[in-house]
C-alpha cells in the first residue's frame, strides 16, 4: 500500500499571502495524484488532478506540481474562502486508494 | 456530466445492518471499478473497498472485512455496500467514487450513524 503524508498538519497563513502544502508519497505515483478542499460538513472538492491540472471551475490562484513521490499545492493569494482543510490522494497503485492525513490552512 | 448520488445512511445499532446505494450516471459505468471512501467525524479520509468492473473481484479496508461486502447491478449502473455487525466506530459519512479519464468524481455522501 502507497503511504502518501502531508506536510505541515496545520499551517496559519494570513489572507493575500502565499501557502504552500506537501504530500509525500512512500513510493512512486507518477502524476496520478489529487488534491481536494474539505470544508465542514461538504464533501471534498476536487481541486487538482494528474499533479498539476486544475479541475473545472477552479480558480487560477491554485496551483499542483511534482511528479514520483513528492508534490505541491501552492495557492497563490489565500482568500476567506481558502481557510479549509486540503487533503492529497493517489490513484496509481490501488487497491487500496491511500490518503494523506490533511493540512488544515488557518487564518493566522 | 458524471454524477454519483449516496443513499441507504441512517441511524443503526451496534451490531445491526444497513445497505448503502451508489446511483451512477455520465459514464459507462460498468467499464469502470468503483470506489466506497468514508470519513468519521473530525477525522481523515479512510478508504473502505473496491468492486472491480464484473464484480468479480473485490478489495477491503481490514477494518471492515468480513463485515462489509461491496457490489454492483451494471444494469442499474448502481454500487452497493452491504454493511453488518455495525460498530460505533463505523459511524461515518460514506462516498462513492469513481476515477474516469484521470479525474476522480465523488458523491455528496450518506451519513451512518451507529448508536444505541
Known amino acids: 500500500e502507497v503511504v502518501m503524508t502531508q506536510s505541515p498538519a496545520t499551517l496559519s497563513v494570513s489572507p493575500g499571502e502565499r501557502a504552500t502544502l506537501s504530500c509525500r508519497a512512500s513510493q512512486s505515483v507518477s502524476s496520478d495524484l489529487a488534491w481536494y478542499q474539505q470544508k465542514p460538513g461538504q464533501a471534498p472538492r476536487l481541486l487538482i488532478y494528474d499533479a498539476s491540472t486544475r479541475a473545472t471551475g477552479i480558480p487560477a490562484r491554485f496551483s499542483g506540481s511534482g511528479s514520483g513521490t513528492e508534490f505541491t499545492l501552492t495557492i497563490s493569494s489565500l482568500q476567506s474562502e481558502d481557510f479549509a482543510v486540503y487533503y492529497c490522494?493517489?490513484?496509481?497503485?490501488?487497491?487500496?486508494?491511500?490518503f494523506g492525513g490533511g493540512t488544515k490552512v488557518e487564518i493566522k | 456530466e458524471v454524477q454519483l448520488v449516496e443513499s441507504g445512511g441512517g441511524l443503526v445499532q451496534p451490531g445491526g445492518s444497513l445497505r448503502l446505494s451508489c446511483s451512477a450516471s455520465g459514464f459507462p459505468f460498468s467499464t469502470y471499478s468503483m470506489h466506497w471512501v468514508r470519513q468519521a467525524p473530525g477525522k481523515g479520509l479512510e478508504y473502505v473497498s473496491t468492486v472491480n468492473t464484473n464484480g468479480g473481484s473485490t478489495y477491503y479496508a481490514d477494518s471492515v472485512k468480513d463485515r462489509f461486502t461491496i457490489s454492483r447491478d451494471n444494469s442499474k449502473n448502481t454500487l452497493y455496500l452491504q454493511m453488518s455487525s455495525l460498530r460505533t466506530e463505523d459511524t461515518a459519512v460514506y462516498y462513492c467514487?469513481?476515477?474516469?479519464?484521470?479525474?476522480?468524481?465523488w458523491g455528496p455522501g450518506t451519513l451512518v450513524t451507529v448508536a444505541s
Open positions: 467514487v469513481n476515477i474516469y479519464i484521470r479525474v476522480v468524481y
Open positions: 490522494q493517489q490513484y496509481n497503485n490501488w487497491p487500496p486508494l491511500t
